[in-house]
């Protein structure tokens, strides 16, 4: 690791104006990624600014019905919290699918939503990879994909996004509040907050450099029941290949309206609104054929990610007939 220097963070603002006002400045939290990272030199930050002591570890009703969670909530917190169980579980049993139990008593809901992706190639600062070394080229384009993306790659990057929170966070429409260090103040819709790889897959998000967030918030909860599946090759401590969040109201057999978010297949947490609408006034086994017919246009294995189309399919039936029921 390399040497660093650090600072505690006496407020928003300037935490915020500490790190815009210094290149290779990061913020830290949990550190459950950055310190990873860090150890393996693929993160090699100058400064690192500790915004641990700057109160926003609550969760609070808004006036509108809805949640607004501050950036420090740990995972677990959020997890258990008695409203976003009865309100949100697509939110808890995605936040209680990730990782493992000690680090999601460590995690915050900001680091979260920033956590780097899981690439083989991206960890080993052996390989070249454009998401750390911009330029380099991707080593996992004719390497070992089994993990990797099936939509919105391009040829300098087919990385997924590791995150379960932010699938769910993607389903019930969040929004993401931030302070930058000139003082700023703005919120970003979650659908605008994340990046494909384009030819910038260096860039994960539309957050501008010193930019902190300091919430989440969730509107009221819509209709219909909230399902979260995730597939992966072990039962705990292992990535999404394939994840659904999803929102259905159904009767009388048939949906009235759903929402989809998919993980483990894409740069970002995944959703179509097409797949949405072929859903409406659907039969939930007719509807999910042409669901994922949307969601995977123009869908690209890469080898050994090849069974990841066929089982988003699979997956997505599988979700919507518990939803449905």
């Known amino acids: 690791m390399k040497a660093f220097t650090y600072e505690r963070a006496s407020s928003v603002e300037a935490a915020a104006q500490a790190v815009t006002g210094r290149e290779g ?4 939290a949990g550190g459950t990624n950055l310190l990873d990272l860090m150890k393996i030199q693929v993160e090699t930050p100058v400064h690192l600014v500790d915004v641990n002591r700057l109160g926003l570890d609550r969760v609070e009703d808004t006036q509108e019905g809805g949640l607004r969670i501050g950036t420090l ?3 677990s917190d959020l997890a258990a919290d008695a409203r976003v169980r009865s309100r949100y579980p697509v939110l808890s049993r995605a936040l209680l699918a990730g990782a493992s139990a000690q680090l999601r008593n460590k995690a915050t809901t900001g680091g979260n939503l920033l956590q780097r992706t899981r690439c083989y190639y991206f960890y080993d600062p052996g390989k070249p990879c454009n998401k750390r070394t911009p330029g380099s080229g991707c080593a996992a384009l004719g390497g070992f994909t089994r993990n990797h993306a099936i939509v919105g790659t391009s040829e300098q990057c087919i990385a997924t996004h590791p995150s379960d929170m932010a699938v769910a966070m993607r389903v019930l429409d969040a929004q993401v509040e931030t302070v930058q260090g000139s003082g700023r103040r703005r919120v970003i819709p979650i659908a605008d907050f994340y ?20 919430s989440v918030v969730l509107p009221p909860p819509p209709p219909g029941k909230q399902v979260y599946r995730k597939v992966r090759d072990r039962a705990s401590y292992a990535f999404a290949l394939v994840s659904v969040a999803a929102i259905v109201d ?5 949906i009235r309206n759903a929402r989809l978010a998919f993980g483990g297949i894409a740069h970002q947490p995944w959703r179509v609104p097409d797949a949405e609408q072929a859903l409406a006034k659907a039969q939930p086994q007719q509807g999910a054929a042409q669901a994922a017919d949307a969601v995977l246009q123009g869908a690209r ?14 997956v997505l039936a599988g979700v919507l007939q518990e939803a449905s029921a």
């Open 73 to 75: 909530v740990r995972n």
């Open 301 to 314: 294995g890469y080898g050994d990610n090849d069974f990841k189309i066929p089982l988003v399919r699979r």
């Open 250 to 254: 159904a009767a009388d057999g048939a």
């Open 195 to 214: 990046r494909l790889p384009g030819d910038t897959p260096h860039i994960d998000t539309n957050l501008a450099h010193g930019e902190l967030i300091t």
């Open 25 to 28: 400045a990061k913020f830290i």
